[in-house]
Nanobody
Framework: QVQLVESGGGLVQAGGSLRLSCAASGRAFSDYAMGWFRQAPGKEREFVAAISSTGRSTHYADSMKGRFTISRNNAENTADLQMNSLKPEDTAVYYC?????????????????WGQGTQVTGSS
């Protein structure tokens, strides 16, 4: 069965770092663009970052630029999100998602497969 599984969430102090990982199975991972989104309590899901199928093109939400880095390893079927300089407002459930095209998108509706999410909590 096709699925995405996130890992690496947790509690981190302000200014700290976390690395999230998304493991994909059951589909031709290298043919699909990947994205990370997040959803805080009481808020809509928002775009964080995306990476093209080859990894050559990346795209970030403005508030994450310079702090977050998305990467992928097509040999291992993983897509990671390195998060640095975390802030309390980064607290959310983080989801990875894939879409059946090679190019990125910041639109959640463009992704057809989602993981179950991993909680990230930034403390002040």
């Amino acid at each position: 069965q096709v699925q995405l599984v996130e890992s690496g969430g947790g509690l981190v102090q302000a200014g700290g770092s976390l690395r999230l990982s998304c493991a994909a199975s059951g589909r031709a991972f290298s043919d699909y663009a990947m994205g990370w989104f997040r959803q805080a309590p009481g808020k809509e899901r928002e775009f964080v970052a995306a990476i093209s199928s080859t990894g050559r093109s990346t795209h970030y939400a403005d508030s994450m630029k310079g702090r977050f880095t998305i990467s992928r390893n097509n040999a291992e079927n993983t897509a990671d999100l390195q998060m640095n300089s975390l802030k309390p407002e980064d607290t959310a459930v983080y989801y990875c998602a894939s879409r059946r095209v090679r190019i990125t998108s910041s639109y959640a509706g463009a992704y057809d497969l989602w993981g179950q999410g991993t909680q990230v909590t930034g403390s002040s």
